[in-house]
């Protein structure tokens, strides 16, 4: 990766110094205490040690098992052409697909006490956690607990508030422009801008971005999920309607319906204190 007509490897990006590589990356399950992180509260005991990385972002112990990022999308590639350097354990974070994989947090091991206090909080620093402050991914929250969003955001927004890695490239896509956001069709991206109008049918609540519906950008809000949108807009003491004219962040799969939509399944996919 260049940084600044620079080449650097990733473990200087992200200043981690103190790697010990020497290490047996056995495939065998340990137990692990997952007590106190709030993205571990609801991970089993068993963890797995990782001992190679592919390019197909398949994170495999010796026995070829494969696991997957958690809680993250849109990973930079070369975080993978030089994760194998980095030695974790996974956590498995919900059960196989159906392709045989495995979602699962990625816990770092052998960190140095230069690491930031709050990075190191809780005795467990995740490989999702020092992503995320680099802006090296994104926080996909649809599988997420609340507390667990809330504390990957936290990562995430010191990456973007210093315009680190993808938030100093390509992100957040501004949603007055629907013909950029058409172009990431299938991708999973973060898109700010206003609310001009609200919408709303039987089925879906719709947030427009544009007065143009068959070219702007839509979000949508299935009905099944609108009290739980309306139970965290209350916490801000605010309603649905009340995100009319209001400029927020949103997040998601783009897809493509007239114009480039987005659907919110989570709260967490919309921000409210946008800078």
């Given amino acids: 990766m260049r940084q600044d007509g620079k080449e650097q490897t990733l473990p200087s990006i992200l200043h981690i110094t103190a790697f010990t590589l020497s290490l047996h ?23 797995y040690f990782i001992s190679d990385v592919d390019k197909r972002a398949f994170y495999l112990t010796e026995d070829k098992e ?36 495995t979602p699962a947090w990625f816990r770092l091991l052998n ?39 809330n504390r990957l955001q936290e990562f995430e927004r010191s990456a973007q508030n210093s ?20 172009e990431r069709l299938g991708q999973f991206v973060v898109i700010k801008g206003k609310i001009v109008s609200l919408g709303k049918t039987e089925s879906t609540r719709y947030l427009n971005f544009g007065w143009k519906w068959k ?7 299935s009905a ?7 139970e965290h807009l209350a916490k801000a003491d605010l309603t649905i309607e009340d995100l009319a004219k209001r400029t927020v962040q949103v997040r998601g799969w783009v897809e493509l319906k007239d114009g480039p939509t987005l659907q919110l399944h989570t709260p967490a996919q919309l921000q409210l204190d946008v800078r």
């Fill in 25 to 47: 990356l056995g495939c065998a399950a340990v137990n692990a205490d997952s007590s106190g992180h709030p993205c571990l509260e609801e991970s089993g005991n068993e963890t």
């Fill in 224 to 230: 099944k999920d609108e009290d739980r949108f309306k």
């Fill in 163 to 182: 315009r680190r890695g993808l938030w100093r490239r390509s992100q957040p896509l501004n949603a007055s422009s629907p013909k950029v956001i058409e």
């Fill in 66 to 101: 494969r696991f997957f990022l958690a809680g993250l999308a849109a990973v930079d590639p070369a975080v993978f052409e030089k994760a194998h350097l980095m030695p974790m354990q996974a956590i498995p974070a919900g059960p196989q697909d159906r392709w045989d994989m």
């Fill in 215 to 221: 070219t702007d950008l839509t979000v949508t809000v």
């Fill in 111 to 149: 960190v140095d006490e230069t690491m930031d206090a709050e990075t190191t909080e809780n005795s467990a620093v995740l490989w999702q956690e020092v992503l995320l402050q680099e802006g090296l991914g994104l926080m996909d929250p649809q599988t997420l607990t609340e507390a667990c969003a």
